[in-house]
């Protein structure tokens, strides 16, 4: 029987760049006398973005970034919701701005992405910052993908020439992923819910990156021996927060492996805080 994969600790490597920024914002802090700040607009109250709201305000606080949530309500009109943006658009105090989805159904998502401004647009939602990924330019990168290659840096993990698997293609995490991993030279396969066939590209690969929020899609048998599995789900079953990938499995036969909680999650924070760190430090060079 092979080895236990090795486990990639996404909370670990998270806590050790959350140290790197506390460190630089406290610098920061002295020569300028102000911090960076993060607004997040919350329309509504689904649970689920109320408590990961909590979560990124309690890890801008450790760190030392200002956060504030602007609380709209569900049956704000997208006019009024347009306005409550422009204002952060145009307050010089705030670096990111964070609209924590889903919105409301009444709401055009595509209008309201539009309308970010794309110099604060931490999360890479805008088609201007989309673009730029597309030609390998310097803008900003959606957040979990941009975690998973953080991870990747920090274990030393090569992706030049390997063949790379991402399940999923959302425009915040498979598409982008995708991109990225070409980028830095990886034969991607992307595939989705309509491909005929996942377990015939999983199988085949040195890295499978899943992000289809459905749990166990990701079995043994669908992986090679000392593949390389990051997971990105986050599910809820039965109170418990899960992955897309049936892990006690998949750690025997994988080499390395992202749990869940404790993997892409954190990761995804700390680019959050990162970039908003970034954005700030471009606003002082204006
Ligand atoms: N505009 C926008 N940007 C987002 O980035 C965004 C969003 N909307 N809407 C909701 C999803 C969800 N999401 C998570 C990121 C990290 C964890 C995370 O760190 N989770 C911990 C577990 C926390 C727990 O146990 O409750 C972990 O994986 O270890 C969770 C959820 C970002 N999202």
Redesign the pocket.
Known sequence: MSEEAMILD??AK?KEIQDEISAEVEELKEEEGVVPKLS?IFVGDNP??A??IK??QRICNKVGIESEVVDLPEEISQEDLLDELDKLNNDDEVNGI?????LPDHIDDDKVIRAINPDKDI?A?HPYNIGELVIDGDAYV???PEGVMELFDRYDIELRGKDVTVVGHSN?VGKPMALLLLNENATVSVCHIDTEDTASYTKESDIVIVAAGVPNLITADMVKEGAIVIDVG?NEVDGE?VGDVDFEKVKEKAGAIT???????????AM?LKDTLKSYKEMLNK
């Not at 964070?98 to 889903?102: G, K, S």
């Not at 404790?262 to 995804?268: I, K, V």
């Open positions: 996404g909370s998270s997040i689920a973005s408590s990961y979560l990124q964070l609209i924590q989805m889903p999360d939602f959606p957040c979990t915040i986050i927060i749990p869940v909680p404790g993997g892409a999650g954190p990761m995804t924070i959050l």
